[in-house]
């Protein structure tokens, strides 16, 4: 539950200013963005991803060596990357 | 040097580890905590230690918010999801803590209906979705996880959801540094801060350890070169005679933290006038409780809790490890009746335990290979 994961942004969801469509490793879901409000966010933008919340906008490079160390943590990453394909945030 | 294949920038590794033995005064011993259990977890996968000098050490502090909740909170959580309109709900990584009853497991196994989700607004649309359960969530963090909560609570209220609370765990890191640098068992030279912890809050929190304690801190990310970058830091301070808050991992710490953040958690949460860390004890304003004004979304005022306080097993150790006192390996249990798979104590459970960590990938590390040819 600790990990920050790299998220990259791909929507926008419709009536919920909040939530976005973030495209983890392949994985696709929404997650709440409402901590960023400060932050003018686009698709494409990178965040790092934490339960569900997108704690901090990340440049590409960062979320590029975030995801070649967490691919390299091997079992953490696996398992958080499958609790995020049990997540359906509304 | 096996491990530096796998940096970001190897040339740069071994550069670094070159000139943090060149910090190093002769003669002098360096001791910094790793505040966070990320770091710990990087430490031990990558054998950090093995390319620090053998004047440096580095002691594991209590950042892991699993292994600090105390077997009393379990058992009051175990005792809401035993009642049968309940669905608890939990991050896997509570899954397997025991309290003095048993684990989430356990109470699962024997019927209790307990579901793991990836975040609490999995809880709050599992609420939704059955109106006639009271569904509570498990809410366990530092500041990290702490606005999520808060945020997964104004959703609720916002939407008048009548079956949903949250039994609130979330702790703090400043006072916990603070307990640590009270506690007469440990002289530290400096810390190794917590990284997203201070993505909320920010580095100004810590500016009391380098005003008020002569200690410098470091903020660091978690990768190898991060940690090492930020041990250089630390002994480029102590060379100076400077004692400040440094913020290696600017590319996702401001400096002044997330405001949209910490206005959630101030607007949900208030200060417990203290609350028990497990093998820490009692700290004072060291965790947040629900605000009054959301008391209809607190498992405390909802539920009649045993709240009963629960000594850890007599052979366990973990608070010495989570105050850095021992090392994992150094504890009784460690690894013969304590592992990963039928833990005693909290730091085996998570992956980000000091001695989960050091049971999967430490065992390289120079401490074992000096104790091993000791013995």
């Not at chain 2, 000098?53 to 175990?78: F, K, N, S, W, Y």
């Not at chain 2, 896997?92 to 024997?110: C, E, N």
Request: charged share 25%; proline share 6%.
């Amino acid at each position: 539950m600790c990990l920050g994961i790299p998220g990259e942004l791909v929507g926008v969801v419709d009536d919920h200013p909040d939530l976005a469509m973030v495209d983890v490793s392949g994985v696709r879901r929404r997650i709440n963005v409402g901590l960023l409000a400060d932050e003018d966010l686009s698709v494409g933008d990178w965040v790092l991803v934490h339960v569900g919340f997108a704690l901090s906008k990340i440049s590409d490079s960062e979320a590029q060596a975030v995801l070649d160390y967490l691919e390299g943590l091997g079992q953490p990453y696996a398992d958080e990357l499958d609790a995020l394909r049990e997540s359906d945030i509304t | 040097m096996r491990f530096v294949d796998e940096y970001r920038d190897a040339g740069r590794a071994q550069a670094l580890a070159a000139d943090i033995a060149a910090r190093c005064e002769p003669g002098r011993q360096y001791t910094f905590m790793e505040v966070c259990g990320g770091h710990t977890h990087t430490i031990y996968k990558h054998g950090l230690e093995d390319h620090l000098p053998e004047a440096v050490t580095l002691v594991h502090g209590p950042g892991c918010p699993v292994c600090v909740i105390p077997m009393g909170r379990v058992d009051d959580a175990i005792h809401i999801a035993r009642q049968p309109d309940v669905i608890m709900t939990s991050f896997g990584d509570m899954m397997r803590v025991p309290g003095g009853t048993g684990s989430f497991l356990d109470a699962k196994a024997a019927g209790a209906d307990i579901r793991m989700v990836y975040s609490p607004l999995d809880a709050l649309k599992i609420a939704r979705a059955n109106p006639d359960r009271r569904v509570v969530f498990m809410a366990i963090g530092f500041e990290t996880t702490a606005p999520s909560t808060a945020v997964t609570v104004l959703r609720a209220a916002a939407e008048g959801l009548e079956n949903f609370s949250v039994f609130c765990n979330h702790v703090m890191i400043i006072p916990a540094i603070k307990a640590i640098l009270d506690s007469p068992d440990l002289r530290l030279d400096g810390f190794i801060g917590p990284g997203h912890v201070s993505a909320v809050i920010g580095c100004e929190p810590y500016e009391f350890i380098a005003r008020d304690y002569g200690k410098p801190l470091v903020v660091a990310g978690f990768e190898p070169l991060d940690i090492l970058q930020s041990v250089h830091m630390l002994l480029g301070q102590l060379a100076d005679g400077r004692s400040e808050v440094e913020n290696q991992y600017a590319r996702v710490v401001p400096w002044h933290g997330n405001r949209v953040a910490l206005a959630a958690i101030g607007e949900v949460m208030r200060l417990r006038p203290h609350f028990e860390w497990r093998g820490l004890g009692f700290i004072s304003h060291s965790a947040l409780g629900m605000a009054e004004e959301y008391a209809a979304f607190d498992a405390e005022r909802v539920f009649d809790l045993p709240g009963l306080r629960v000594a850890d097993p007599k052979s366990c150790q973990c608070g010495e490890v989570l105050k850095g006192v021992l090392k994992p390996w150094e504890c009784k249990v460690f690894g013969t009746a304590c592992t990963p798979e039928t833990p005693i104590g909290t730091c085996m459970v998570s992956s980000e335990g000091a001695c989960a960590a050091y049971y999967n990938f430490g065992r390289f590390s120079r401490e074992r290979v000096r104790e091993a040819s000791r013995a």
